[in-house]
């Protein structure tokens, strides 16, 4: 499974960029795929996941009412819609692929995480 990430890009704070990840290869029906991110001196952290089926979602607190992640299945791609951008959502964001997640869940962890995409670059200028 090979993993596509794009649309990243320069914006100014209460601005908004489309991430958009594609996955080519062999894949389950019932995987998850997640976007995480890496800001400058930080730890890598979870943004927000999806299941292929069902749709469930998961976001993390600090990006809930601003950021949508979506997926079109039948394209194997995922999106991220980030709105009203901050300074602190600086990042390089990346997604990942989980294909064999719990049922009825939606993994944060990237540690069950299986394959990743190469990143795309996200800075958002006060």
């Known amino acids: 499974v090979q993993l596509q990430a794009s649309g990243g890009g320069l914006v100014q704070a209460g601005d908004s960029l489309r991430l958009s990840c594609v996955a080519s290869?062999?894949?389950?029906?019932?995987?998850?795929m997640g976007w995480f991110r890496q800001g400058p001196g930080k730890e890598r952290e979870f943004v927000a996941g999806?299941?292929?089926?069902?749709?469930?979602?998961s976001y993390a607190d600090s990006v809930k009412d601003r950021f949508t992640i979506s997926r079109d299945s039948a394209k194997n791609t995922m999106y991220l819609q980030m709105n009203s951008l901050k300074p602190e959502d600086t990042a390089v964001y990346y997604c990942?692929?989980?294909?064999?997640?719990?049922?009825?869940?939606?993994?944060?962890?990237?540690?069950?995480?299986?394959?990743w995409g190469q990143g795309t670059q996200v800075t958002v200028s006060s």
């Open positions: 990942a692929l989980d294909s064999t997640p719990p049922i009825d869940v939606v993994p944060r962890s990237e540690r069950v995480y299986d394959y």
């Open positions: 290869g062999r894949t389950s029906s019932s995987y998850a």
């Open positions: 999806i299941r292929r089926s069902g749709g469930r979602t």
